[in-house]
């Protein structure tokens, strides 16, 4: 996440709005309407800095005691937003950016709902995630409740995997009284047959529970987006996959096909998990069409478009995180960069940013490749 580092040590712990940025002095206000000032001395994260002193007016910031430094919690020019909730998780994909922790961590859902109390301007968009949200589903609910209070204009992401939502209990508790089109459940599945998805999430009888948790979000009425992650094993069985979604989960509202983030567990299982677009752009298209076929949405995440065929970049999204995006230096003149992903910053294995096809507009005006 974004940091900026401080002249001292902070005083306090807490997450605290900025309300002033003057020649390197910030003033920032807490909940209570208790308002300090820190100095800051440089930005220690470049990716989408707008402002010279790494702080803008608005940002939702957390101070630890005693560390000189400020996390950037929520900024409102970001194109994304996402509030992390646990670290805690029942699956240990093979390619998890993010690799769980067990100890208990309920000061982050505390933490999330003081960053909900403090922003001034809610994004149109902002997604809840983890580790696995649903593990604490009177704490989900609460910040659902919350935000949809708070935030009534603001659509909320869930990403989950889904597995405690096909719990009855757990789905009653999380989604009875949710108002329908509010929220938005972002759902990994990475096979139609529970061999190849078990495998993945590395957690036996993971498949049936999430095609449980499916079932009861449509019977509750909420959107879905299902996903999945191109690593190998679900690239060779994608096509397949695609038809499996078609036939038996034709109430999604749309299906991301993702390319991974090389950091995390992905590092580790690097040759099965990192795999260039240029691999299988073929599977990529037949499971679109096959998608489409069905009356589906897909959506292609993480890819740089230059490598992505033609007839498919009208489906892809603009979907890494504003403080987490980079791009090379020959995507510089690229015509398609206002509209691509780009790179994550901290990706060092070269195999997304290797053969790269920049369309650039010629001196006669036509494009060339």
Known sequence: ????????????????????VSQGTVTLADGRCAVFE??????????GLLHSSGLEVGDVVKLDEGQARAIVCFRASDRHHTLFVTNQCNSRCLMCSQPPTPQEDGWLFREAMEIVKLVTAPPAVVGVSGGEPTLHPTRLRALLNLLHLRWPETQVEVLTNGRRLGDEQVARALLEGLPPGRTNWLVPLYAGNDEVHDFVVQSPGAFDETIGGLMNLQQFEQAIQLRTVLIRPVIEGLVEWGRFVGRNLPFVQAV???????IGFALATKDMSVVD??????????????????????????????????????????????????????????????????????????????????VVRGEMGRIHV
């Open 277 to 358: 677009v240029l691999e299988y752009g073929r599977e990529l298209a037949n499971t679109v069409a096959e998608l489409e076929l069905f009356g589906l949405t897909p959506v292609l995440m993480n890819m740089p478009l230059c490598k992505v065929p033609a007839p498919l970049r009208a489906h892809a999204a603009v979907s890494i995180s504003d403080w987490k995006n980079d791009f090379a230096p020959e995507c510089e003149d690229c015509e398609l960069k206002p509209r691509c992903s780009g790179f994550f910053v901290w990706d060092n294995t070269a195999i997304y940013r290797t053969g790269l096809k920049p």
């Open 256 to 262: 991301a096909l993702m390319a991974t983030e090389p």
């Open 1 to 20: 996440m974004r940091q900026v580092r401080l002249s001292e040590a902070a005083l306090v712990s807490g997450v605290f709005r900025v309300e002033r």
């Open 38 to 47: 820190v100095k800051v001395v440089k930005a220690l994260a470049l990716p």
